[in-house]
């Protein structure tokens, strides 16, 4: 029979263990508002490209975001538009990049996951 001092100290153990296991991360995937489908950018012009963070997580799994522009969804890895702020902010400024004139950009957002804007027009520098 376990004695009431090894029942305690095992209590007291197993307290510890769930004190220091790893806290629960939630991922963030907040909605782009800005740019939006009726959008038109011109290359070189600045805009803030914004998102949604009124129900963001107390513990987000990765808060430094990027920004990346992406044509027919294929996103340009190569060319950061922003990185290292902090996905909480609601917004960053970016400069639309010299491409050519199309109507199939969006804007990829990543911290904990990567999501699309809506579509939109960027007119680019002849």
């Known amino acids: 029979m376990i004695s009431f001092t090894t029942f305690i100290l095992t209590l007291l153990a197993l307290f510890s263990l769930s004190l220091s296991a790893p806290m629960r991360r939630d991922v963030f995937v907040p909605p782009i508002i800005y740019p939006h489908a009726s959008v038109v950018w011109i290359a070189g012009q600045h805009h803030n ?3 949604e963070t009124d129900d963001a997580p107390v513990n987000i799994t990765n808060g430094i975001g990027r920004v990346y522009l992406a044509t027919n969804t294929i996103i340009d890895l190569d060319h950061p538009l922003a990185v290292g702020f902090n996905i909480l902010d609601g917004r960053v ?7 050519p004139t199309g109507q199939n950009y969006s804007i990829v957002l990543f911290g904990d996951s990567g999501n699309y804007s809506p ?3 960027i ?3 002849q």
């Open 49 to 51: 490209v914004t998102w």
């Open 123 to 125: 007119v680019g520098l």
């Open 93 to 99: 400024a970016i400069q639309v990049p010299s491409v």
């Open 119 to 121: 579509q939109f027009t």
